[in-house]
C-alpha cells in the first residue's frame, strides 16, 4: 500500500506565495518521477510540474519563472514551492508519484488566490 499526504494549501492573495509538500509513505522501493498537477472548476487537469529522480524538471508554460519543485528523495518528498501566485492559479493541486509500473496520487489540496 502506498499513500501519498499532501500539505500547504490555503488561501492567498495574489502576488503571495505558497509552499506545497508531498510525502510518500508505505511499500516503496523507489520512486522514480513525482510532480504536481492541478484541476481547476470545469477543466482538466493538468500538468503543473515534475521532477525525476535524478533532479531533471519540466514546467507548464503557465508557471515558468513562479513555481519551483524540488524533491528530497531520502524522505520521498517532492515540493512546489509557488510564488507571484495569480487568480488563474485557484485550483486542487495533486501530487503524483510513479513506483516502478504504476502511478499513484494524493488526496488533493485547494489552493486560492483571492483578494
Known amino acids: 500500500q502506498v499513500q501519498l499526504v499532501e500539505s500547504g494549501g490555503g488561501l492567498v492573495q495574489p502576488g503571495g506565495s505558497l509552499r506545497l509538500s508531498c510525502a510518500a509513505s508505505?511499500?516503496?522501493?523507489?520512486?522514480?518521477?513525482m510532480g504536481w498537477y492541478r484541476q481547476a472548476p470545469v477543466k482538466q487537469r493538468e500538468l503543473v510540474a515534475a521532477?525525476?529522480?535524478?533532479?531533471?524538471?519540466n514546467y507548464a508554460d503557465s508557471v515558468k519563472g513562479r513555481f519551483t519543485i524540488s524533491r528530497d528523495n531520502a524522505k520521498n518528498t517532492v515540493y512546489l514551492q509557488m510564488n507571484s501566485l495569480k487568480p488563474e492559479d485557484t485550483a486542487v493541486y495533486y501530487c503524483?508519484?510513479?513506483?516502478?509500473?504504476?502511478?499513484?496520487w494524493g488526496q488533493g489540496t485547494q489552493v486560492t488566490v483571492s483578494s
Open positions: 521532477i525525476t529522480r535524478g533532479g531533471s524538471t
Open positions: 508505505g511499500n516503496i522501493f523507489s520512486v522514480s518521477e
Open positions: 503524483h508519484a510513479q513506483i516502478m509500473t504504476s502511478g499513484y
